[in-house]
């Protein structure tokens, strides 16, 4: 799996008890090559990654409640949704800094 670093999660620290900016997922038993769960010692690369949604506004509030349902992102880290040129279409961005193995 992976771990990603909130851009602005200064809040998050105090509150989580984490690294400043930083959550993580659980990693599956057996990850990276060991059988207690544990990760190898591999240095992490920053990515960022945009997540773009396009459709109704319903839609889109759906999928960011379904996303923070998950523990991904916070409903709060999205864009305002933005309208499209087609009507009744709207669009909402979110970008994240993954920690890649």
Do not use: C
Not at 4 to 18: D, I, R, V
Not at 54 to 72: C, E, M, P, V
Request: glycine residues 10%.
């Amino acid at each position: 799996m992976f771990e990603y670093l909130e851009p602005e999660a200064n809040h998050t620290q105090q509150t989580q008890g984490t690294n400043p900016g930083t959550g993580s997922l659980p990693l599956p038993s057996g990850a990276e090559g060991n059988d207690k769960g544990t990760r190898s010692l591999k240095p992490l690369n920053p990515e960022k990654v945009r997540h773009m949604l396009f459709g109704s506004l319903a839609g889109i509030d759906r999928t960011i409640k379904i996303l923070h349902a998950l523990g991904y992102a916070e409903p709060n880290d999205w864009s305002e949704p933005m309208p499209t040129e087609k009507p009744g279409q709207w669009m909402a961005i979110l970008t994240k800094t993954l920690l890649m193995a």
